[in-house]
């Protein structure tokens, strides 16, 4: 039986080490936490005893989250009769608080998984119709749209663009392609786009093994993300403890073992490929969208919300 572990202090312990060590203290100290009482990739579940939905309930998703109800809401009010594509639909935490029982409209999930609408089904009021199209974004034909919300979601496309991933051997389309597809989508009603991902590259642009990889992912999913992880253990008052145990897991899992993943043999197997923040600039431009506004939503600068029009 391993002895319980001070997440923060051993946190601590590791973020004062010279940048090289910290991938070889990430490892061991993977090996000190205990392992979940059950396997849980990411995307694969979230129902409410997921660790997807402990996610959604940790600061770093609830700023996110908050950041896109504030824009969605002053859009639905001023468009009754909206219509929402949402690509990747999650849990539907993005809805809860944000639609009203007398809104009118639609939103169009765009997700591969089956459970991917269940979630803004159960809180749509009876006048907002939800379909879903079980489809990676890539293969989907989206219909005009007042609002694309896309969170979280394009950094699990490789690669900027189809002639970027045809480089490293990989077919179909990229995160260009996706951009586009969105712009074509709100064009027509003046709409908005809205993107959210992490502050980090960790793209094509880098091979597997390159060490410059492993510091990047141990910047964004350690550096920031645990550390937010274990501020909320530290401080999250509302948090019961199972709760608090996915948190712990989802830091071990989702987390910590996504450094590893920069030593993969291939391209292909992974599991995240995040642009920075100066290259998500530079694509949504490439794909004829203008930045409206942007901020990190979060105090650990993680997050990042773009707000973008089909206009010059
Ligand atoms: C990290 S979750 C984000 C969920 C939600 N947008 C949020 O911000 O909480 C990613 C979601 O995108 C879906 N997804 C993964 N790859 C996708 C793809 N290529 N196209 C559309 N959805 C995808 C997953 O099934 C999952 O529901």
Known sequence: MLPPVDLGAALRALLILPRAEQPHAVRALLA?????????????????????????????ARGL????????????????????????GGDGTLWAGLLRPDDTGEIVVVDPHPDGA??????????????????????AALPEADAVVCSLVLHHVAGADAAARAAVGLAGTGKAEALAA??????????????????????LGLAPGDPVLTDRLLDSYVRRFSVSLAHD???????????????????????????GLAGAAAYADRDVYELDVVSWLGLVGRAGLTVVERRFTDRWLLFHQYVLSAGA
Do not use: M
Not at 182 to 203: K, M, S, T
Not at 246 to 251: E, G, H, L, N
């Open 182 to 203: 969105f712009r074509a989508a709100i064009a027509p009603r003046d709409g908005r786009v809205l993107l959210n991902e992490a502050d980090v590259y960790c793209d």
């Open 118 to 139: 269940a979630g803004v089904r159960r809180l749509a009021p009876p006048g907002v119709r939800v379909h879903h199209l079980v489809v990676p974004v890539q293969d």
């Open 32 to 60: 000190r936490l205990p392992p979940p009482a059950a396997e849980e990739p990411w995307n694969t579940a979230f129902g409410p005893d997921s660790l997807y939905h402990a996610f959604t309930r940790c600061s770093v």
């Open 65 to 88: 989250h908050g950041a896109n109800r504030a824009v969605l809401r002053p859009l639905f009010d001023a468009r009754p009769g909206f219509r929402v594509v949402e690509v990747g």
């Open 233 to 259: 253990l530290a401080t999250r008052t509302d948090a019961d403890a199972a709760l608090r145990a996915r948190w712990t897991a989802i830091v071990r899992d989702w987390s910590l073992a996504q450094v």
